[in-house]
């Protein structure tokens, strides 16, 4: 697919497919990291479909940069945050991650993110 990332100290692989991984954190943090096709959808509409079914689940969307080649948005929901970081890579695909953790983990989660959003990388193209 063409990215590279960091996965954070402490996080456990849970389930592995030849498009992405899902790991769990302490105090039950989930990340997810996978690969896209965009297919017809531009970068642009895929990210904004995906804010949008996020939305509907019931995710109150606090925070939103969206450009051609990255986007970011999180989110709370129940006492938890999600991030979610998305990358173009090699034309028509995309590499994303996203992670919910505990809103009560915020300051030292805010570290964790930085270098995960540093580390996810095209690779490749």
Request: contains cysteine; aromatic residues 12%.
């Amino acid at each position: 697919m063409g990215f590279t990332f960091d996965v954070p100290p402490g996080f456990v692989l849970t389930q592995h497919s030849d498009q992405g991984a899902a790991f769990q954190g302490e105090q039950d943090a989930f990340l997810a990291v996978w690969g896209a096709r965009l297919g017809r959808a531009s970068f642009r509409a895929e990210i904004e479909h995906r804010m949008v079914e996020d939305e509907m689940a019931g995710w109150k969307l606090t925070y939103r940069r969206l450009t051609s080649t990255w986007a970011s948005y999180s989110g709370i929901k129940n006492g938890e945050i999600r991030y979610v970081r998305a990358i173009r890579v090699c034309n028509d695909r995309a590499a994303l991650f996203t992670i919910d953790y505990s809103r009560s983990e915020k300051t030292p989660y805010d570290r964790i993110i930085v270098r995960m959003v540093r580390s996810l990388k095209a690779e490749g193209c």
